[in-house]
């Protein structure tokens, strides 16, 4: 894929979900960082639809692949250059689903019973889909089918790329050494943004869903996200220091670094002697400064129908050659195909 340059710059991949908008915790967890490093690696960026047919919500078909294409949309408008990495849809590309049947067969049942957000996700629902339970087995085909040596992903995911890796292992020391071995790449400052209405949880598209005032989203407008910021949860204390902050307004101080990309001294040097309202103002141009370029980016790709479907399906092309070489080593170490 790296063709062009012929230098071996470390291979990445990472995806997000279309189960609905994304947010500013997804903004800067992942497809920030992924923007950051296009240039000194050979990066994979997928919209993985296929994992969100997992969840109940995604039963309406065509809002799914309205979803599908708006997430694609926000990688371009974030700045991932088409030209320098593939972007694709998960679904384009069968191999992720023939690997993920080979994966299954070498995965023990207990490793994905232990996956936290198995147990998040299922709990007290009466009846739960097999593939909630196999979902890290699909993730790990995306990864493994790509050589990856880098995850960058928030924190919540860590634990699915080590599975990845007692996967690509076993299956290694089964059939002989197929995989390389994955990594996560977690960024050092905002891996975890937590809810503008409760400092307590992490931001999440499946709250935000139900509950206004949770996230903020990347295609919300000025008003929306001044509502949000204005309303969200501190505490009764005055001091604008990390170090002693509630986490309420830890969440706060660290999101405006990220965005302004301040350092932390500087922060607190600027909102030295000020109220929590000084430092929401300034959050909110923060975003705004942030998601209104991207928005206008947004517009240009969505109204461009063919222009959009077209990059996705030489993404598509690319992502499958690499795949294909991949299948056709673990198909001939497998003894299938
Ligand atoms: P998801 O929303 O679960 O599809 O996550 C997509 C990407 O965003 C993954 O890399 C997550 O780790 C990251 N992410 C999701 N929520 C947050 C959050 N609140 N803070 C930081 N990163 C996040
Ligand atoms: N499970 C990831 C999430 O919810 C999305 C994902 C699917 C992913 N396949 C991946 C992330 C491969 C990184 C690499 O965020």
């Not at 240039?39 to 994979?44: C, F, G």
């Not at 995850?151 to 292992?169: S, W």
Request: hydrophobic share 45%; net charge neutral; charged share 25%.
């Amino acid at each position: 894929m790296n063709a062009t340059t012929g230098a071996a710059r470390p291979r990445v991949f990472s995806g997000v979900q279309p189960t609905s908008v994304l947010h500013l915790g997804n903004y800067v967890g992942a497809l920030q960082q992924w923007v950051k490093q296009q240039h000194e690696r050979d990066s994979v960026f997928c919209v993985v639809d296929l994992h969100a047919l997992t969840v109940p919500e995604a039963v309406d078909p065509a809002r799914l692949r309205e979803q599908t294409r708006s997430v694609a949309a926000l990688y371009l408008a974030v700045g991932i250059e088409p030209e320098r990495n593939v972007i694709f849809v998960q679904s384009a590309v069968r191999e992720h689903t023939e690997l993920t049947w080979l994966l299954n067969c070498v995965t023990p049942l207990g490793w994905l019973y232990r996956m936290t957000q198995f147990k998040s996700k299922s709990e007290g629902r009466e009846s739960v889909g097999a593939g909630l339970l196999d979902y890290p087995v699909l993730m790990a085909s995306d990864i493994l089918l790509y050589d990856t040596e880098l995850v960058p992903v928030g924190d919540d995911q860590v634990q699915h790329i080590e599975l990845t890796r007692d996967i690509a292992l076993r299956f290694n020391v089964l059939f002989g050494d197929v995989f390389k071995l994955p990594k996560a790449q977690v960024p050092t400052l905002g891996a975890r943004v937590m809810g503008m209405d409760d400092p307590t949880v992490k931001m999440s598209k499946s709250i935000a869903a139900h509950r206004p005032g949770h996230a903020i989203n990347l295609l919300d407008d000025a008003k929306t996200v001044k509502k949000t910021v204005m309303a969200a949860v501190t505490d009764s204390g005055r001091e604008l220091r990390f170090e002693h902050a509630s986490p309420g307004v830890r969440n706060l101080l660290a999101v405006y670094q990220v965005l302004t990309e301040k350092g932390m001294q500087e922060v607190e040097a600027e909102f030295e002697g000020a109220g929590y309202g000084h430092l929401k103002k300034a959050l909110v141009e923060a975003v705004m400064a942030t998601l209104e370029p991207i928005q206008a980016r947004y517009r240009e790709y969505m109204d461009d129908r063919a222009g959009l479907d077209a990059l996705l399906a030489s993404g598509a092309d690319r992502a499958r050659e690499v795949a294909a070489g991949t299948m056709r080593r673990v198909r001939a170490a497998m003894g299938v195909g």
